[in-house]
C-alpha cells in the first residue's frame, strides 16, 4: 500500500465497483481474485467494490 501511494496521487473515482474476470482459452472463466498489491491499489483509486470469479465456480462480491 506504500507503494502505491508513492506511485500514484490519491485519485478517486466516488466510490465505484470494478468487475475482474479472467476467461481462458477453453472458453471458461478462470479465477480472477486481485492479489494484496491490486486491492491497495484499487481501494486507494476509491474503488469500494470489486466483483470476481472464484475457485468455487461463482462471481463473488466484496466491499473494500
Not at 1 to 23: C, E, F
Not at 40 to 46: K, P, V
Not at 52 to 64: F, M, P, Q, R
Given at each position: 500500500?506504500?507503494?502505491?501511494?508513492?506511485?500514484?496521487?490519491?485519485?478517486?473515482?466516488?466510490?465505484?465497483?470494478?468487475?475482474?474476470?479472467?476467461?481462458l482459452k477453453?472458453?471458461?472463466?478462470?479465477?480472477?481474485?486481485?492479489?494484496?498489491?491490486?486491492?491497495?491499489?484499487?481501494?486507494?483509486?476509491?474503488?469500494?467494490?470489486?466483483t470476481?470469479?472464484?475457485?468455487?465456480?461463482?462471481?463473488?462480491?466484496?466491499?473494500?
Open positions: 500500500a506504500t507503494l502505491v501511494r508513492a506511485r500514484w496521487p490519491k485519485q478517486s473515482v466516488g466510490g465505484g465497483h470494478i468487475y475482474v474476470g479472467r476467461l477453453n472458453g471458461l472463466w478462470g479465477s480472477s481474485e486481485p492479489c494484496i498489491g491490486c486491492y491497495a491499489a484499487l481501494d486507494h483509486a476509491g474503488i469500494n467494490k470489486v470476481y470469479y472464484t475457485l468455487d465456480n461463482e462471481w463473488k462480491t466484496i466491499t473494500l
